[in-house]
């Protein structure tokens, strides 16, 4: 019994000794901690940036997808209703009595 009180006070002299070692030290500098909080902010103000950049591309990429797309839907159907007025309204004009200007 008496041995086995021995190794837990041995277990917590240890644990205790190795403690401060993986604490920080408190002594930093007031220059280091005002380099840290600007390197932080800096960091998120990049971030914040590049986000926003992201965001607007993908807006204009979209539109400008959206606007070929609808170009080429656009010039297909444009296209089509004047091959469609041509061959139906041209003709009928021609039988008319009255003149066209």
Known sequence: ?????????????????????????????????LLRRIATLLFLLVAGMLTLFGYYASSICITVVLAAFLAILFDRWWSDWRNFVSHAVWPLRSLSSEPWA
């Open 1 to 33: 019994m008496s041995n086995q009180l021995t190794d837990e006070n041995s277990v917590v002299e240890q644990t205790q000794a190795s403690v401060p070692e993986t604490i920080p030290p408190l002594s930093i500098s007031p220059s280091d901690r």
